[in-house]
């Protein structure tokens, strides 16, 4: 890692090729990495590029909630524990559902530190457009990771600022980042939701997601946390995202046997208990459908996806337009997947 | 052009960086031309990379509407032109200027061929949604095109299946679209609308772009179509594309000097009659940021439109999130602009 700025884009591979009228019409370059029992197991692009996981590490921001008894001293149920791990759609579920986490601690929406922003949920969406209202924090699609860090907060006795830098329970996820990715973080940024996000390599953020696949339920407090949030995620993926949207889709097609979360600018992991292999991959350019039809194809080619499963048709395989008429293909680049 | 399949994505470079935290989050690459008097004044990329021009060259698809004498036969205004080549967000302004105008004709919506979808307005996506009504094809964003296309076919006297690549317009079109990239297509796809979309070169689209701004609105039939159609546009933005999109933006930002437009899958070109100069501009993965992003820092560079202008700020410089800090930077890729 002798470039770090630069090295997202360094060496980056064609995975995901978008066609019409027999041309190549776009393509998305990225990186990819699954990792097993015995470390890399495939990679394609370059493994040590640095990247920033965004919303795909909540489960690993989730970690110092369950390790430190906050979870427990507050009841979190296993939906609530997903919800931890979701960029959720704003629908009136998830806005509910953390509505009652807040007052369940006494708390309210001012205490969150997300911001506010419309719900992609269309029902809530069109009610708060009808009714004149202005979304609140709670629509934020992390709101839920926004409330168990806030359950963490108020269990550690710290101070409310828990997005600084400097806050103990930033401090807690960052010693937690580095121990499940095995390296020094490379760097933080400012997230959509105001939390710092730490940057790491797409072969740490896959080794992360192993270590979550292989956690023994009843070991030591890592791997119980660890193997508590998958489970959670993968057996609540209504909480994870929403109705049409991929997590929650591909979550469901899987039947809770693999926990799966996006992260913005087209990064995507995979946990797969049954086979204690993790899966992270970033698209250089940031398109949402190259993530989403290149897990889908690592997924496939774990046969943890039955490519004839209908929930794969939207993101990978043909493509039709307003009239119903095949247009052309996202498919994966020659040597991906 | 040895290899016209794979050339889209061959010797991209880097256009547009997106930077988080000091550190390179996202990169995307592509291929931009500006055409002058002379030829190539610039390039970046590969000139010759295959496109699909898309939305981009409706100014090119409306030449047989005006040549032919179809738009001065049914008294089409200014605005109508530059609705032919727009890509509408389906407004009530756009909504009931199509709709008059197939009344015009003695035709009606299910003359169309461009299929229905949601319109992108806020207001109309509203009103929709809370009536119960469907969206019809005069919300498609191609439905002033294809009010073009049925004059035409009106006029001509040809069959009512004008999408077809046979159909007497789409060969017109064809011919056009030769004459003014000067180079044969190569290939052709189905647009979203179900409308033939022949693919051709950055620098071949560069080139027309240049042609309709170098165009003598006092010359031939072909020169004449063009200054009126570049003229429509850039006097039109309301009609283009819509409030907050970028082409409407901008082009008010030029005070009508200059027409933009955008297409699908990242492509935009820019007609500078004072200049007599054309851009035309390709973002390999699609992202349409980072086109929005690179043709303002073409237009820039060629004075155009200045930096200091609020109508850039959304599309080049910092980053704002829900909270309003600072998280990062859209920026040019070094050497590029």
Redesign the interface.
């Known amino acids: 890692m002798t470039d770090?700025?630069?090295s997202?884009?360094t060496s980056a591979r064609?995975l995901i090729e978008?066609w019409?009228?027999?041309?190549?019409?776009?393509?998305?370059?990225g990186h990819a990495v699954i990792w097993g029992p015995g470390g890399i197991e495939a990679a394609w692009g370059d493994p040590d590029a640095?990247?920033?996981p965004r919303s795909s590490c909540k489960m690993i921001q989730a970690l110092p909630l369950v390790e430190s008894g906050a979870a427990d001293a507050a009841g979190l149920t296993p939906a609530q524990l997903a919800l931890a791990c979701a960029s959720h759609q704003g629908a009136g579920l998830h806005v509910s559902a953390v509505s009652r986490w807040l007052g369940d601690l006494g708390l309210a929406e001012p205490d969150l530190?997300?911001?506010?922003?419309m719900p992609k949920d269309?029902a809530e969406d069109?009610r708060l457009?009808?009714s004149g209202d202005s979304p609140c924090q709670i629509h934020?699609n992390c709101s839920g990771k926004h409330a168990g860090f806030l359950t963490w907060t108020r269990h550690a006795g710290a101070g409310p600022d828990y997005t600084e830098i400097d806050h103990p329970l930033q401090r807690a996820i960052r010693a937690a980042t580095e121990e499940v990715t095995g390296a020094d973080i490379?760097?933080?940024?400012?997230?959509?939701?105001?939390a710092p996000?730490f940057?790491t390599t797409v072969a740490g953020l896959a080794r992360a997601m192993a270590a979550f696949a292989a956690a023994n339920p009843t070991g030591g407090a890592r791997d119980r946390a660890m193997a508590r949030l998958a489970r959670a995620m993968a057996t609540h993926p209504e909480m994870v995202a929403g109705e049409g949207r991929a997590c929650t889709t591909l979550m469901r097609a899987m039947g809770g046997r693999v926990a799966i979360k996006t992260g913005a600018?087209?990064v995507f992991v995979a946990i797969l208990p049954e086979q204690k292999r993790g899966i992270a991959l970033k698209?250089?350019?940031?398109?949402t459908r190259?993530s989403e039809a290149a897990i889908v194809a690592l997924l496939i080619r774990l046969g943890a996806l039955d490519a004839r499963d209908p929930a794969v048709a939207p993101y990978l395989g043909a493509q039709r337009?307003?009239?119903g008429?095949?247009?052309?293909e996202i498919r994966t680049a020659p040597g991906f997947a």
């Not at 019409?20 to 370059?29: A, V, Y």
């Not at 698209?283 to 398109?287: K, N, P």
Request: charged residues 15%.
């Open positions: 770090p700025v630069a997202v884009a064609p978008i019409r009228g027999g041309l190549l019409e776009g393509q998305h370059l640095v990247i920033f530190r997300c911001g506010a922003h269309p069109l457009r009808t934020n490379a760097g933080w940024g400012i997230d959509g939701c105001s996000n940057a600018e087209a698209i250089v350019d940031g398109g190259a337009n307003w009239r008429l095949v247009t052309g």
